[in-house]
């Protein structure tokens, strides 16, 4: 075929300053610079009036409604709309991807598996593996993916392990950092930082899986058995927010005045290095009472993060378990010695970029069955320790120095891009043009003697997706209806109890509720079918507003 390949890459808006925004944003740019590709990118928290859209070079589909009551009541319907259910058969209808890419959570992107087009593209997913064992519901779907790539050769591993052959394992592409992330010479007077101070830090969202806990503790603990009066830890981190109440353990560990956060200004954007004070404070560039914990939409520039971590002697991920953790590897392009939890994809950081490993206990997190880290703190005070006090200052610049070089062999969004690259080059045309494969939607009776013999007629009625037959999906109706009950997921299709995001509420289910669910579902298969073709038909519902 003469035309180039096309690929629909699923991300946050590339102009944010989400970890996600900045994987896709990289990649994107060298697929595009290829020019070997179609690349479009669905924007996910994109929204059309954002100037900044202007800065996407590439094509690219707005997940936010425009504002219109009809598209924000559609949009609000369903809680994975935010991550572009609602609109992804429309971008496909547009862009007609010969692949699908995708990079998010098992929860964000199942809504592709589910795609009435999903028989038409083909899908390549990097999950974010952090955890394991990985939940089975989470296994069986990436099996269906043509191609599956991993953040970390830790998490590839867990996959070879319990998923075997059915997996279709593509290599690592882990993330890099910007070119903007290097050492930099009087970082610390640029922020007002004493130059001869120690500084431990953190780059990490206040939210549960950042054990920002262990390491109040930890420090504190250091603290009081070394009695430095000349090391601080800085955290680069939001609050309030979904996590730790930081204000309480601070004053709990008695380590107020030797903790520094980053405070950006609302009005003059200026990044204030200071103690605690909240979730507000006087700016000390405009004096105004407008300067607030960083967070992601209170973010910095690259430049500037990069500056942050030119203050640190010693950056430390201290966390239960990671899909990549991308600050560790920004801290190591800027030449900053690493600590982390030996867990997950931070054991990769140990092994490529020599990295302090932290010991660990781990406890079996409910919501998903995965294994969870919790570093030790005696390990935590003794990796501080030697840091400090059993190195001296060059020994430590000779560390960071070769953590710089560790970063170089290790880590270049180059070589992530090839993988993804590769794919496409290796992925078949779709042909969007085929003809439509309806099917007719009946009634069926529901007087079957045993709930197996149900189940199988149920499929034969109205499932569109043949390899979807013998899914964890399909087993999970089973298990609902043997019950007499299920808890639904907040997509709204069926999952097990144990699946994270379920609402938590029991509701009823017999043979009749699952005859009208999978109705629905061919019936919403048969709209996407015959607007495929024709696509005068796209006028107006779920069709109109891309579902």
Same mark, same amino acid.
């Given at each position: 075929?003469?035309?180039?390949?096309?690929?629909? &890459?699923?991300?946050?808006?590339?102009?944010?300053?989400?970890?996600? !925004?900045?994987? =896709?944003?990289?990649?994107?740019?060298?697929?595009?610079?290829?020019?070997?590709?179609?690349?479009?990118? &669905?924007?996910?928290? =994109?929204?059309?009036?954002?100037?900044?859209? %202007?800065?996407?070079?590439?094509?690219?589909?707005?997940?936010?409604?425009? =504002?219109? !009551?009809?598209?924000?009541?559609?949009?609000?319907?369903?809680?994975?709309?935010?991550?572009?259910?609602?609109?992804?058969?429309?971008?496909?209808?547009?862009?007609?991807?010969?692949?699908?890419?995708?990079?998010?959570?098992?929860?964000?992107?199942?809504?592709?598996?589910?795609?009435?087009?999903?028989?038409?593209?083909? /899908?390549?997913?990097?999950?974010?593996?952090?955890?394991?064992?990985?939940?089975?519901?989470?296994?069986?779907?990436?099996?269906?993916?043509?191609?599956?790539?991993?953040?970390?050769? /830790?998490?590839?591993?867990?996959?070879?392990?319990?998923?075997?052959?059915?997996?279709?394992?593509?290599?690592?592409?882990?993330?890099? !950092?910007?070119?903007?992330?290097?050492?930099?010479?009087?970082?610390?007077?640029?922020?007002?930082?004493?130059?001869?101070?120690?500084? @431990?830090?953190?780059?990490?969202?206040?939210?549960?899986?950042?054990? &920002?806990? $262990?390491?109040?503790?930890?420090?504190?603990?250091?603290?009081?058995?070394?009695?430095?009066?000349?090391?601080?830890?800085?955290?680069?981190?939001?609050?309030?927010?979904?996590? /730790?109440?930081?204000?309480?353990?601070?004053?709990?560990?008695?380590?107020?005045?030797?903790?520094?956060?980053?405070?950006?200004?609302?009005?003059? *954007?200026?990044?204030?290095?200071?103690? &605690?004070?909240?979730?507000?404070?006087?700016?000390?560039?405009?004096?105004?009472?407008?300067?607030?914990?960083?967070?992601?939409?209170?973010?910095?520039?690259?430049?500037?993060?990069?500056?942050?971590?030119?203050?640190?002697?010693?950056?430390?991920?201290?966390?239960?378990?990671?899909?990549?953790?991308?600050?560790?590897?920004?801290?190591?392009?800027?030449? @900053?010695? @690493?600590?982390?939890?030996?867990?997950?994809?931070?054991?990769?950081?140990?092994?490529?970029?020599?990295?302090?490993?932290?010991?660990?206990?781990?406890?079996?997190?409910?919501?998903?069955?995965?294994?969870?880290?919790?570093?030790?703190?005696?390990? @935590?005070?003794?990796?501080?320790?030697?840091?400090?006090?059993?190195?001296?200052?060059?020994?430590?610049?000779?560390?960071?120095?070769?953590?710089?070089?560790?970063?170089?062999?290790?880590?270049? /969004?180059?070589?992530? $891009?090839?993988?993804?690259?590769?794919?496409?080059?290796?992925?078949?045309?779709?042909?969007? %043009?085929? $003809?439509?494969?309806?099917?007719?939607?009946?009634?069926? *009776?529901?007087?079957?003697?045993?709930?197996?013999?149900?189940?199988?007629?149920?499929?034969?009625?109205?499932?569109?997706?043949?390899?979807?037959?013998?899914?964890?999906?399909?087993?999970?109706?089973?298990?609902?209806?043997?019950?007499?009950?299920?808890?639904? *997921?907040?997509?709204?299709?069926?999952?097990?109890?144990?699946?994270?995001?379920?609402?938590?509420?029991?509701?009823?289910?017999?043979?009749?509720?699952?005859?009208?669910?999978?109705? %629905?579902?061919?019936?919403?298969?048969?709209?996407?079918?015959?607007?495929?073709?024709?696509?005068?038909?796209?006028?107006?519902?779920?069709?109109?507003?891309?579902?």
């Amino acid at each position: 075929m003469s035309r180039k390949k096309r690929a629909l &890459f699923l991300t946050e808006a590339s102009y944010l300053s989400t970890g996600y !925004a900045t994987y =896709g944003r990289e990649v994107l740019d060298r697929l595009y610079k290829s020019n070997k590709y179609e690349v479009a990118e &669905f924007s996910v928290y =994109g929204n059309t009036e954002d100037s900044r859209r %202007k800065s996407i070079k590439w094509k690219n589909y707005c997940n936010m409604p425009d =504002g219109s !009551a009809e598209q924000q009541k559609l949009y609000n319907s369903n809680a994975t709309n935010q991550f572009g259910a609602w609109r992804f058969e429309r971008a496909c209808l547009d862009f007609e991807p010969d692949i699908v890419l995708c990079i998010r959570d098992f929860w964000m992107d199942s809504f592709v598996w589910h795609s009435p087009y999903r028989r038409v593209f083909e /899908w390549a997913w990097m999950p974010t593996v952090d955890a394991s064992p990985q939940n089975v519901e989470w296994v069986d779907m990436f099996s269906d993916a043509d191609y599956l790539l991993t953040y970390s050769d /830790w998490a590839g591993e867990v996959l070879k392990k319990q998923g075997g052959p059915s997996i279709n394992l593509c290599g690592t592409a882990s993330p890099s !950092a910007s070119k903007e992330f290097k050492p930099i010479e009087n970082a610390r007077d640029s922020l007002g930082v004493p130059s001869d101070w120690k500084i @431990i830090g953190t780059v990490m969202r206040n939210q549960r899986r950042k054990l &920002f806990p $262990a390491l109040l503790e930890a420090f504190g603990e250091y603290l009081h058995s070394s009695g430095d009066l000349n090391t601080y830890l800085y955290c680069h981190t939001s609050y309030p927010d979904a996590g /730790w109440n930081i204000s309480e353990m601070l004053h709990r560990y008695n380590i107020s005045s030797r903790v520094l956060f980053s405070y950006r200004c609302h009005n003059c *954007n200026k990044l204030d290095v200071s103690t &605690f004070h909240d979730a507000r404070k006087v700016c000390s560039g405009c004096k105004q009472y407008a300067s607030a914990p960083v967070s992601v939409s209170n973010g910095v520039d690259d430049e500037t993060l990069a500056k942050v971590y030119n203050c640190f002697d010693l950056y430390v991920q201290c966390a239960n378990s990671e899909g990549f953790g991308l600050p560790q590897v920004e801290a190591a392009a800027c030449g @900053i010695p @690493i600590a982390c939890t030996y867990y997950s994809a931070m054991e990769d950081v140990v092994h490529k970029l020599g990295a302090y490993p932290l010991k660990y206990n781990t406890y079996q997190e409910l919501e998903t069955g995965c294994d969870r880290a919790v570093p030790l703190k005696d390990d @935590i005070v003794n990796t501080f320790n030697t840091f400090f006090n059993k190195k001296n200052q060059e020994e430590r610049k000779e560390l960071g120095r070769s953590t710089r070089r560790l970063f170089e062999e290790n880590y270049s /969004w180059d070589e992530t $891009a090839k993988k993804w690259a590769d794919i496409i080059d290796d992925c078949n045309y779709a042909d969007w %043009k085929q $003809a439509p494969m309806l099917r007719p939607v009946v009634d069926i *009776n529901t007087d079957q003697s045993s709930h197996s013999e149900f189940i199988n007629d149920l499929l034969s009625a109205y499932m569109y997706t043949a390899s979807h037959r013998n899914s964890h999906y399909i087993r999970n109706l089973h298990s609902a209806l043997c019950r007499g009950a299920t808890r639904m *997921n907040f997509d709204g299709f069926f999952t097990s109890d144990f699946s994270p995001g379920n609402d938590g509420k029991h509701s009823p289910v017999d043979r009749q509720h699952l005859v009208n669910f999978m109705k %629905k579902r061919l019936e919403n298969y048969n709209i996407w079918e015959t607007v495929r073709v024709d696509r005068s038909k796209l006028i107006d519902g779920k069709a109109k507003w891309l579902n």
